[in-house]
């Protein structure tokens, strides 16, 4: 499927946007210490390729995040930890992640633009039960981030999931989790629409 706003085009995965991936994620990479974004075309190839297999797998449904006044591609993001509860034919809870943009895409609307077109979908179309949305405890920009979108915090996660920190490779982190739910739907909804035309 392919999801398109105002500012961001979410386009479904491909090998073939390598290329334009590693463009993006090479423009200045001072903002990823804290997570893990391919600087390589064999590295970035490796993730698109293990992506694809998740997806395959029905473990995630990972997007290209473009700009649409450009076509350009700017980064990647995704559903993922998709779960099945109740027999349906799309998840009934879904986690939102696994994003990097490119400098020159940081600190404008189409980040904002994508959450909202990820959570309409989510919450619209899908009619999930709750949105998880995590982050490692000690990236308080990307807990604030979350926050601002209407995520609630729900607690830390202690030694959660794998680190993405340079320098940490096989360590634990704790992990900040936060969530939306339908019944939060309306206001996050609201406030993220107000943003986007601010």
Known sequence: ???????????????????GLLTAATEDRASYAMTYVPDSRERMTEQVRQLLVERDANLSVPFVTRSTQTGRIVGMTRYLTLRWWFERSVPDA???GGTFLGASAQRTRINTDAKYLMLRHAFEVWSVHRVDLKSDVRNE???????????????????????????????????????????DWPRVRESLERRLRS
């Open 141 to 183: 920009k990307s807990r604030r981030a979350i926050e601002r979108i209407g995520g609630q915090f729900e607690g830390v996660l202690r030694q959660w999931q794998p680190s993405q920190y340079q320098g940490e490779s096989g360590q634990a982190r704790d992990t900040a989790m936060y969530s939306i739910l339908p019944t």
């Open 1 to 19: 499927m392919t999801l398109e706003g105002e500012y961001t085009t979410l386009t479904p995965l491909s090998i073939d946007d390598v290329d």
């Open 94 to 96: 879904v986690e939102i």
